[in-house]
């Protein structure tokens, strides 16, 4: 496998991590991924809420959240507070309801600004790939494992895939963009 079959793998991660974001981003419609990763202080130690408590759907405003342990009730609550997402949750002793606010158009805009830095915090995460690769060609030639045309051969195939990774970037936020403005 050549250095560059390995681009692949690292601008997948990026595009992962982006996606993931993206996922967190709050939308007017709730959604587990809004919460499932919020820390709770528990058993002696920080846990994502999504060990500690089943996730669910009520409807596409309402997060229903029912912890594993009754006793939890009190410690998720105080941690989705904590966590300063502006959700308001409420413990019925059971389990604890969340209803996701409807956004303004205003703040539909400003999560849009959110969304358009997290896809250009991804393409300088593809530049710092590129800046590896070609140093790894750079050394590579430096050291006549590879020709010089070889080189200039693997640093054109190297920009491919940067720009493809820099077209799924875009489509992404459009995509997500989208999203946020439908009302």
């Given at each position: 496998?050549?250095?560059?079959?390995?681009?692949?793998?690292?601008?997948?991660?990026?595009?992962?991590?982006?996606?993931?974001?993206?996922?967190?981003?709050?939308?007017?419609?709730?959604?587990?991924?809004?919460?499932?990763?919020?820390?709770?202080?528990?058993?002696?130690?920080?846990?994502?809420?999504?060990?500690?408590?089943?996730?669910?759907?009520?409807?596409s405003q309402t997060i229903s959240i029912q912890p594993w342990d009754k006793w939890l009730l009190k410690v998720i609550d105080k941690g989705i507070t904590d966590a300063n997402l502006g959700f308001n949750p409420q413990n019925n002793g059971e389990t604890i309801l969340i209803k996701v606010p409807v956004l303004t158009e205003e703040r539909r805009k400003d999560m849009v600004k959110i969304a358009k830095v997290l896809c250009e915090d991804a393409k300088i995460s593809a530049r710092n790939v590129r800046q590896d690769y070609l140093k790894k060609i750079k050394d590579a030639e430096k050291n006549k494992t590879i020709s010089e045309d070889m080189a200039k051969q693997e640093e054109l195939e190297l920009q491919k895939y940067i720009d493809k990774a820099n077209e799924t970037f875009d489509d992404a936020f459009k995509k997500k963009e989208q999203d946020i403005m439908k009302v």
């Open positions: 496998m050549s250095n560059l079959d390995w681009i692949t793998v690292d601008l997948k991660k990026v595009e992962e991590h982006l996606h993931n974001e993206y996922a967190k981003l709050q939308t007017w419609r709730a959604h587990p991924s809004l919460i499932e990763s919020i820390f709770i202080e528990s058993y002696g130690s920080q846990q994502p809420l999504k060990n500690l408590a089943s996730v669910s759907i009520l409807d």
